[in-house]
């Protein structure tokens, strides 16, 4: 009809205008960002937003036998090498055996490390991020847990938003100082960097011996909400004076995004060095699984952290992560 014809028109100017809005970004930057690249993806001038990547980013239905247009489920444990040697350089990059380290060349060896849809999710969540690497974990709690122990070490201090989630709490609160970190608490808000300064000068912490500011924003169960930039002002221009050119940062700016999701804030744009998930919540968004996400842009703590996934066995399954492309479909 001449009223369907219309408001079809109208949705497809709408859709022009906001393809040309500088909110959106070029695909190929999302290419670039995202842990591997897959030529299929690039498309010449496009622009596109998180939205549309989540549907179609890293993966080319005409490469499979069947043409799915779905993404298929690998429920595979483990995967064939082309030739004993292959499989020898693959394990001792996935474990940094002989100072290697694995990249998007890297076959897969086991899905304990990786698996195609696991994969794939991490890409389009680093899209929606803005960010380069993303690692999907068995729970927040595993997400969290592995941050904690790949960035502190004994005699390490750290500084937590207060309130948290109440896992994230009991793990600062109890099963660090078990290993020789000194967790110190800041209440959530607009005075929190006011009280971290006061905090670090009234108590005399040595600043270099500050690894970590994890903050929850909005916090849980209160919905605080805390400045993510004037955070990460103050880590790089009152904590990171000193540091050397390492390929790793002093102190990270760790944000949990698990209330608002990548949709309604991007922490990466507001200086945040991490950003994590309980993806259970809305980036599930059917209460139907379990699961916890990490992103980040710096490479030394993107492998840590992938180390510490494939040591500790803190990886989801491979049908947690196709239900979880199914909630970035939806």
Not at 69 to 87: D, M, R
Not at 216 to 243: G, K, M, R, Y
Not at 268 to 289: P, R, W
Request: proline share 4%; aromatic share 10%; glycine share 6%.
């Amino acid at each position: 009809s001449i009223q369907l014809q219309s408001l079809s028109l109208n949705l497809m100017q709408k859709a022009s205008r906001s393809l040309a809005s500088p909110k959106w970004f070029k695909y190929s930057t999302v290419i670039k960002r995202a842990s591997h690249t897959y030529e299929s993806c690039k498309v010449p001038g496009a622009r596109f937003h998180p939205e549309t990547c989540s549907l179609g980013l890293g993966y080319d239905s005409k490469s499979t036998t069947h043409k799915s247009v779905k993404h298929p489920l690998y429920l595979s444990s483990t995967f064939l090498f082309e030739s004993a040697e292959v499989g020898k350089q693959a394990f001792e990059e996935v474990y940094g055996l002989n100072g290697q380290q694995a990249t998007h060349k890297t076959p897969m060896i086991y899905s304990r490390v990786t698996n195609p849809n696991i994969l794939l999710y991490e890409q389009r969540l680093a899209s929606w991020d803005q960010m380069t690497h993303c690692l999907l974990f068995s729970s927040g709690m595993a997400a969290v847990s592995t941050l904690a122990f790949s960035v502190l070490k004994p005699g390490d201090h750290c500084f937590v938003s207060r309130p948290v989630y109440g896992g994230t709490d009991a793990l600062f609160s109890h099963i660090l100082p078990e290993f020789g970190v000194h967790t110190h608490w800041i209440e959530a808000g607009d005075h929190f960097v006011a009280g971290l300064r006061s905090y670090i000068d009234r108590n005399a912490i040595e600043k270099d011996k500050i690894k970590l500011i994890y903050i929850e924003t909005p916090s849980n169960p209160s919905n605080v909400h805390t400045d993510i930039a004037a955070t990460s002002a103050f880590i790089e221009q009152e904590l990171c004076l000193n540091a050397s050119d390492s390929e790793h940062k002093q102190c990270y700016l760790a944000v949990d995004n698990t209330i608002f999701g990548p949709k309604y804030q991007t922490p990466a744009n507001f200086g945040a060095d991490v950003v994590l998930y309980s993806a259970t919540k809305f980036l599930g968004g059917h209460s139907d699984l379990i699961a916890g996400t990490i992103s980040c842009n710096e490479e030394h703590l993107f492998q840590q952290l992938s180390l510490y996934r494939t040591i500790c066995g803190g990886i989801s399954q491979p049908f947690v992560s196709w239900l979880l492309l199914r909630s970035l479909e939806t």
